[in-house]
């Protein structure tokens, strides 16, 4: 069994199904999600979004941005598709992976957007959204890190003319926090949330996908 030092950015969680996706021979427009768990159990927790759609899910619980640049290539930039919608940040904010300043997020955020152009591949950024306690890392203070994160992912987006999916502004309470209604542990979307974020997302999609 391979170790996480192994396989740090987790390039063989998804490498049998993109070789079947890269060996199709399709004229659909491919929309990838690309994040962490918030993207990873959007497919358990409200399955009925990507069905009957040409949605991939390539999102890894737990990962921070230098993991998902690194599994770029691999997990979008190979499997051809017109759109990738990126979430990401949170899990750097957590500390997951160690230390990680502002700049250091948003060099491998907009990495993954300058990659994603060159293949000519449309990006779509979407906000962090809200937290005010991490339940796994409950030193941090993400509240206000995140508000910051997104304001900077923002302002990037419209220099860019990249659409900007702000999930934070429609989910986030008077805490700055996710509330009970959206998630049941204050980080994770429930159905509701999800419900919340997929027109959203959609109308984003149906911008540049026409």
Known sequence: ????????????????????????????????????????????????????????????SGQTSPQMLLRFRADVIDLKPAAVVILAGGNDIAGNTGPSTLEMIQNNIFSMVELAQIHHIKVILCSVLPANYFYWSPKEKPADTIVELNKNIKSYAERNSIPYVDYYSAMTDDQKGLPFCYSTDGVHPNKGGYQVMEPLVEKAISLICI
Do not use: C
């Open 1 to 60: 069994m391979e170790t996480q030092s192994q396989d740090w950015p987790y390039l063989n969680k998804y490498k049998k199904e993109n070789a079947a996706i890269e060996g199709a021979e399709t004229g659909e427009k491919r929309i990838v999600f690309m994040g962490d768990s918030i993207t990873e159990f959007w497919s358990n927790v409200h399955p009925e979004f990507f069905q009957g759609k040409s949605y991939i899910n390539r999102g890894i």
